[in-house]
């Protein structure tokens, strides 16, 4: 039983940042500036977006919090700058791999136009969407592998703009910018920078983005090779960048600070080499605390943007203090830190499934089923003490359960049967389990095993693949309800035709968790927030299925929940999502619109048409039962009693009158189990009433 409140069981403080918080009516809230007066709630956003005939899922991105991370970012290196004395400045790259959607690069300009914000190009495609927004003082740094044609366009976006860098990460691609230049004599270069090949490598999903065997970077050597080949080539003047990048989502700061340390030695040697470096671009890497765990787990980080600036402030000043050299100019390319908090995705649960798991066992068996009656009996005997054992006995049943229905010695009705005794032996060992002083790693999969599917209208590759693809955690909680107990473990089904389609891994204090506690589902919607996916999703995201992107808004806020849509990219409809695959939709229509109204399923949304109430839950309404316990006159037993209720999943709120215990259990079926778990403990019970809730 939850008995903290549901902001907390979520751990939005923790993943929040100062950006979320429960609030009036028990919704979520959004402060996108973090100031107290500038506050969106989110529940009443999506109605009223779903007013304007708009339905979930929802995307909404929230301009000003880029402008939060932008600022934030800037801040913490011009403070500490003047705090550990460097005389560099820093300049805020956005690489747009990130979030390449063009509304949020534009917004991202806007933003960190104050700050001097440049831009990132990992690719040609890249480099032509940045050209179209760019203005002619954005820094441009150009990374990526590089043929002939993406030469020619960093040389053309050289010729109009202010800061181009053409960053060599193969020493191949030298051999093919001075050819170009030999041959096109252009009246203005672009300046180069080097990217190194660091020792260093980053730490989690992203590791082998650095260190001595990654896919990109001039090893030691071959930065002397290419110096001397520039020198040859009259060109060293133009090098004036050494670049680095250890990998993305960098979750421990000891890394950090290697790889600034071994950045800044080979900027000093480069110096002493006579080479004209004047910029040090650090990369990516800033991570996220996605899980709100801030520790060096996957999927969060073990410091602050603040400790970020002033690891690489401090460090770049020890080097350059100790081997005599100027404080170069600082670039960081932070895309995950920038974008990651600002979109969100919103969904609405359809239903829910859940295993069939009656507590009736007393199902006429014959005593020649040796399996059944095996399993009846485990049902019977497993207790705390032998819970492991009996356990794995039934998981071994199980597997013979199948076994004897395929060689034909089971028959359906059997099988069937058997099943369901499982499912109670299963339902039981969850019950148990909490009792146990240390749940063993065997139990670890009860939890999943009996948790229900919040079935969720919305595609996981879509709009979250990376839950999917690499295992990522995204903090999810529901936009309301947040005053009552959460009481159903579930995990999260998405409605594509994929096994993967789901999301069961949930943050939590020190590990991931498999299900997650949601509301029951009532007559009404019940919306779900996926947060922080402002990063890389989008990009990442594919048509599985044939799902579109949602309905996507910009979303102003402000004052004190006022807001304002400043721009809406309209859902991909059918016809959208057949386009794109090569059909004709004109075909659809002149085939089949005397049958259907084709105009109607083309332009409509490729989910579902929300059916506004998620219906009661089948067999398992909660009620309230009354049992008298004669021990409960005893303090003691009292104390004992509430400890045993609060460990027990089923049981969702309890109250102790004299000798009545009142309590509201997840479905009358349990009632039977609830009594015998009461006996196992030591005390005398007799139920008394039970009322329908
Ligand atoms: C060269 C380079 N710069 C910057 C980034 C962005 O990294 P992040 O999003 O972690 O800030 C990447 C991504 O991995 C990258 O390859």
């Not at 059909?583 to 083309?602: C, M, N, S, V």
Request: net charge negative; charged share 25%.
């Amino acid at each position: 039983m939850i008995t903290e409140n549901a902001e907390q069981y979520y751990r939005i403080p923790d993943w929040g940042a100062g950006f979320f918080h429960g609030g009036k009516a028990g919704h979520l809230w959004l402060r996108p500036t973090k100031d107290p007066l500038i506050k969106l709630d989110l529940y009443d956003l999506v109605e009223k977006v779903q007013n304007q005939g708009h339905f979930t899922p929802l995307k909404f991105h929230f301009p000003q919090m880029l402008q939060y991370s932008i600022s934030k970012l800037a801040k913490s290196f011009s403070r500490a700058a003047k705090e550990f004395n460097y005389s560099g400045t820093y300049t805020p790259i956005y690489p747009i791999k990130a979030n390449p959607f063009a509304p949020v690069v534009e917004a991202v300009l806007a933003a960190g136009s104050p700050h001097g914000i440049g831009l990132e190009a990992g690719s040609i495609s890249e480099l032509a969407a940045i050209m179209s927004v760019a203005k002619k003082e954005t820094p441009l740094v150009c990374n990526g592998y590089k043929d002939e044609t993406y030469m020619r366009l960093i040389l053309t976006a050289a010729n109009q703009l202010d800061r181009v860098y053409l960053v060599i990460e193969k020493f191949s691609e030298l051999l093919i910018f001075a050819s170009i230049v030999e041959t096109t004599k252009p009246a203005k270069l672009p300046f180069l920078g080097i990217r190194a090949r660091l020792h260093t490598h980053g730490t989690g999903k992203w590791k082998e983005s650095g260190g001595d065997f990654a896919k990109f970077g001039l090893t030691a050597s071959e930065i002397v090779e290419a110096c001397d080949f520039l020198e040859k080539h009259g060109l060293l003047n133009r090098l004036t960048m050494l670049h680095a990048h250890i990998g993305s989502q960098v979750t421990h700061s000891r890394k950090v600070k290697a790889m600034v340390e071994e950045t800044g030695m080979i900027y000093a040697e480069m110096i002493r080499m006579e080479v004209p470096i004047k910029i040090v671009d650090l990369g990516g890497g800033l991570g996220v605390d996605y899980d709100g765990s801030r520790s060096s787990g996957e999927f969060s980080i073990n410091y602050t943007v603040t400790e970020y600036a002033n690891n690489l402030i401090f460090h770049m000043k020890s080097v350059c203090d100790q081997q005599e050299v100027p404080d170069p100019e600082l670039f960081t390319e932070s895309g995950r830190a920038i974008t990651a908090y600002h979109s969100m995705l919103i969904v609405d649960v359809m239903e829910k499934h859940s295993l069939s798991h009656s507590m009736s066992v007393d199902k006429s068996i014959e005593e020649e089923d040796k399996v059944l009656v095996d399993l009846v009996e485990t049902y019977q005997l497993m207790n705390a003490r032998n819970l492991v054992e009996y356990f794995h006995d039934a998981v071994h049943m199980k597997e013979q359960l199948h076994t004897l229905f395929s060689i034909g010695v089971l028959n359906l009705k059997q099988k069937a049967i058997g099943e369901q005794i499982f499912w109670n032996i299963v339902q039981k060992a969850i019950e148990l389990a909490p009792r146990m002083d240390q749940r063993p790693e065997e139990l670890e999969m009860l939890d999943s095993l009996m948790a229900s599917k919040y079935v969720t209208n919305f595609s996981t590759f879509r709009s979250v693949p990376d839950a999917d693809s690499i295992g990522q955690i995204f903090p999810i909680a529901p936009i309301h309800r947040l005053g009552e107990v959460p009481v159903e473990s579930a995990i999260i089904a998405d409605i594509t035709c994929d096994s993967d389609g789901k999301i069961d891994r949930f943050a939590d204090i020190s590990a991931t968790r498999s299900t997650l506690k949601f509301h029951r589902l009532k007559n009404e919607p019940y919306y779900l927030g996926i947060f922080l996916t402002g990063a890389y999703q989008d990009a990442m995201a594919n048509s599985h299925n044939l799902f579109g992107t949602p309905d996507t808004f910009f979303i102003e806020v402000t004052g004190d929940n006022t807001f304002e849509i400043t721009h809406h990219v309209p859902k991909d409809t059918i016809a959208d999502m057949l386009i794109r695959n090569g059909y004709h939709p004109q075909l659809f229509g002149e085939k089949w619109g005397r049958d259907a109204d084709a105009t109607e399923i083309l332009n409509g949304s490729t989910y579902l048409h929300r059916i506004p109430t998620a219906g009661p839950e089948q067999g398992t309404r909660p009620v309230s039962i009354s049992i008298h316990i004669d021990q409960l006159d005893c303090p003691r037993c009292r104390s004992d009693i509430r400890a045993f209720l609060s460990d027990l999943p089923m049981v969702s709120e309890f109250k102790i009158t004299e000798n009545h215990l009142h309590l509201t259990i997840a479905s009358s079926e349990l009632i039977p189990h609830l009594e015998s778990l009461l006996k196992e403990a030591g005390f005398s019970v007799e139920t008394e009433s039970q009322e329908g809730n």
